[in-house]
């Protein structure tokens, strides 16, 4: 099978490793927009070689390892594929995807989401074994043909991932409390920091739970802002529901009202039983 | 060196097992409110008895590592201790402590924070190493007595930690923003998941990111409490300061200035450069 990725960073080059390794791909081949990347790409055997994007149309499956904005707009020019080819976007939003999607190639693409990731990203933030054992979600797969959601399923559980089947706009629904919420989070503690007088003496005292709170303040402020775009109401909702939380906690601080305080604390202690 | 430990748990019990490994005791006695800590710490080989609290003051150094507010409390009840005897706590707030430590023996009382610990609590949460190479912050030394002052440094040096030194009221400023805003966060991130419909859909997708957010929420309702309560005003002033900065989010969202939206993640990427 050959196989092409669009965007070598670190979800397409992590990809790249594992589809190697677990044998599904005789050749891989990569495009993207960054010669940088298409440079380090090759340096660090992630692919075979650089193609056009001409080129990489003729792949048996196309991956899209992109941001979101930059999904919509590669399927657009993807609408002369051969019937037998499967796209695979990796983005973190659903529902724009799917509905935007060229109704000709509908059937063709599969709309994915790995829940893997970490903060880094480049060609040089790409391992081996980043979707293992994690999640993948599948939206909307009744529109896709069974050969071409097949060859997905059958790509993403070899290299360990598990499947979840969801609706896109529940996805993202979700996907804005369980990630986007999270990060938009992150960057405000992060803001918050640097804001004050001397960050450089609070930041000597920062510990694992400041470093994990801070972490995702770290990711491709291109790659979420466009997340956010493509998620706004969902987003804008989640950071509604946070807000009145955070009311509620400064109220019973305000008011001194610890015991109520220490029970709006142990509600939030149960989340760990379902996690 | 006989050392007594208040409080057997997380903070306290990692602690007996560094001072044990390290030979800074040749006898460790512990005294815990709660009876099933006194039976886990012995089981655990903890510490070498359960004295009573009366008992627990002959010994040379004394260790509180209770809440914060029980630090007030005992500090009280330990104003009849030899002049030799050092006195130090492990609370995560430091002003109120230094201020209200009785006068008789403000010299013998080393305030100390040791940037370290988990969200789990209690004796089986204890494990050795906990301390190594962590920040231990030590307040308002100038009030203590050589003796009692080196004393405590030598310990914490001893087991791995490096210490800086601050004034309790900057320690408590710095606090709110790298330990007690993150943790007021974290539960409020918890309580929002919790609050949707279907929260066990939602967590299925929970990856890397969002455990990182939520875990500080498993942290205890009744040791954080009491830190909110002590740096209520730092506090109140760094959640005024995040949601400002969530508000800046929302509005760039809402008003759809992705270019500005991406400046103002790009600024907290920053934040790696200090951390």
Not at 78 to 92: F, H, N, R, V
Not at 121 to 126: H, I, K, R, T, Y
Request: proline residues 3%; negative net charge; contains cysteine.
């Amino acid at each position: 099978m050959h196989i092409g990725i669009v965007g070598l960073g670190l979800m397409g080059g992590s990809l790249a490793l594992d589809l190697k390794s677990y044998n599904l791909a005789s050749r891989i081949v990569g495009y993207d927009r960054n010669q940088k990347h298409c440079q380090e790409a090759l340096e660090l055997n992630l692919v075979d070689e650089i193609v056009s994007f001409e080129d990489l149309k003729k792949c048996d499956v196309i991956f899209l390892a992109i941001p979101v904005e930059g999904i919509i707009n590669a399927l657009q020019n993807l609408q002369d594929i051969d019937p037998k080819t499967t796209i695979i976007d990796l983005g973190s939003t659903k529902e724009k995807i799917v509905t935007t999607c060229p109704q000709k190639i509908r059937s063709n693409f599969v709309a994915a989401h790995p829940m893997a990731g970490t903060e880094y990203s480049g060609p040089l933030a790409a391992f081996r074994g980043l979707y293992y054992d994690k999640i993948v979600v599948l939206c909307n797969t009744e529109e896709n043909d069974p050969f071409h959601k097949e060859r997905a399923e059958n790509i993403f559980v070899t290299i360990g991932m598990q499947i979840v089947y969801m609706d896109a706009k529940e996805h993202d629904l979700h996907a804005a409390y369980i990630s986007h919420l999270p990060h938009a989070i992150s960057y405000a503690l992060a803001n918050s920091v640097l804001q004050q007088e001397d960050p450089k003496s609070i930041l000597i005292l920062a510990a694992g739970g400041f470093k994990d709170m801070s972490r995702l303040a770290k990711s491709s402020p291109t790659m979420w802002s466009d997340i956010f775009k493509q998620n706004k109401k969902n987003l804008l909702d989640s950071l509604e529901v946070f807000k009145k939380e955070l009311r509620t906690a400064k109220e019973l601080i305000e008011k001194e009202r610890w015991e109520d305080l220490k029970e709006w604390m142990q509600k939030a202690t149960t989340l760990h039983k379902i996690l």
